[in-house]
């Protein structure tokens, strides 16, 4: 699964940039890391690490 993802993300254009503007401590790192866990990038335990 990891080498297919590497895989996949070594083609530029299966990049995806996704910026998130908002104040100070209003969730962009909570907001970021749901978005990646729910499309399977990193796991559900992994999220919020710093």
Do not use: F, Q, W
Not at 16 to 32: C, E, F, N, Q
């Amino acid at each position: 699964l990891i080498t297919n993802s590497k895989t996949i993300m070594d083609k530029k254009s299966n990049i995806r940039y996704m910026p998130v503007i908002a104040h100070d401590d209003h969730g962009k790192s909570t907001l970021t890391d749901s978005l990646v866990c729910k499309a399977g990038i990193i796991a559900s335990a992994r999220a919020g690490e710093m």
